[in-house]
């Protein structure tokens, strides 16, 4: 029974992802934002929805759910900086010949750069301030200032992103269900809904049936979070970016990336630093070293436009490092 359920959230997951890129895609043309804003803001936020629900629920479990809500606000930026990244590489060599850029990934490097270097700046508050002995009252008001410096990440990212998509260049609207014309308001929203909750719940269910297995192998509640949570909840970012980078479209696939690290970096730490007492063992350290080196080795190569052989084994070594020190320490 649990395999099945495993599929059917999988199923989920990617008939969900591809519900929301697409709408996503109409969403962005209709407010004429560039392809790196709606990757960085509309899909990055929309998708990261999953993992900045599961520490909500955890903390309102009580207290045994700290260490789910840590393991979950941690482990995915580190998910997305390693295995996610390592997926953009695969994906841009797999389908190098059907390409317009090949091997190369052409992002829109203003945004993603802005995003990475936001993310690599943000992220360290949340290490430094989860190890030293802060009041309740210093930890609200660095929540406070995180918010406002996403807030003001968002304004700039709007203003900086480019490349406007022509609607020729979109698939029709998966609810349009006449494809003669544009689609209106009700069929996209009610598009974006159907697919974030299908993403949401498949998330969720994914996470559950992966604790029922965790917990009967004696896995440490903190190490699953860290590690299962973020694998389940980032998949809706796998999965969009995956068929972004097939498309050939680079700025959207590593913008829902490269989004959702800067938002993940900001908005459920501060949320986390309000709720809980955010203290940070030498696991969830880890994992944030680990992400922060990811994040900064994916600007370096983001900026180079090129995701090769030695950039997948980088990102996976990374990833499998982390899963020898948990498992050896």
């Not at 969900?16 to 890129?21: D, P, R, S, V, Y």
């Not at 430094?128 to 609200?140: E, S």
């Not at 918010?147 to 349009?176: C, H, M, N």
């Not at 697919?195 to 719940?201: E, H, K, S, T, V």
Request: a negative charge; charged letters at 15%; zero cysteines.
């Amino acid at each position: 029974m649990t395999a099945l359920l495993l599929l059917a959230s999988f199923v989920l997951i990617v008939g969900g992802a591809l519900l929301f890129t697409n709408a996503i895609e109409w969403a962005g043309h209709r407010l004429d934002m560039g392809q790196g804003a709606v990757g960085s803001l509309l899909a990055a936020v929309g998708t990261a929805m999953p993992e900045s629900l599961i520490p909500i629920v955890a903390v309102l479990a009580g207290a045994e759910g700290t260490d789910i809500a840590i393991g979950a606000v941690i482990g995915a930026p580190f998910m997305l900086a390693t295995i996610a990244m390592m997926l953009v590489a695969i994906s841009a060599f797999a389908y190098r010949e059907r390409r317009d850029s090949g091997r190369e990934v052409r992002s829109d490097l203003p945004t993603t750069t802005l995003d990475l270097v936001f993310f690599l700046a943000l992220f360290p508050v949340a290490l430094i301030v989860g190890v030293l002995p802060l009041p309740k009252a210093a930890d609200v008001v660095i929540a406070g200032l995180l918010i406002v410096a996403y807030g003001l990440y968002a304004w700039r990212t709007v203003k900086k992103s480019e490349d406007v998509q022509d609607e020729a260049d979109l698939k029709p609207l998966t609810f349009d269900t006449s494809r003669e014309d544009p689609p209106n308001r009700f069929q996209l929203i009610g598009q974006l809904v159907v697919g974030l909750a299908m993403i949401i719940g498949g998330a969720e269910l994914f996470v559950e049936e992966l604790t029922v297995v965790a917990e009967s192998l004696g896995i440490a509640t903190l190490v699953l979070a860290l590690v299962l949570a973020p694998l389940a909840t980032e998949l809706p970012e796998k999965a969009n970016s995956f068929l972004w980078i097939r498309r050939s479209k680079d700025s959207l696939a590593v913008g829902n990336i490269t989004g959702a690290m800067a938002f993940q970096s900001t908005i459920p730490v501060a949320l986390m630093l309000i709720l809980i007492d955010w203290k940070l063992d030498r696991y969830a350290l880890a994992a944030g070293i680990v992400a922060l080196i990811g994040g900064a080795i994916a600007l370096w190569r983001l900026r180079v436009r090129t995701f090769g052989a030695p950039a997948i084994v980088v990102f996976g070594s990374l990833f499998v490092a982390f899963i020898v020190f948990v498992t050896v320490a």
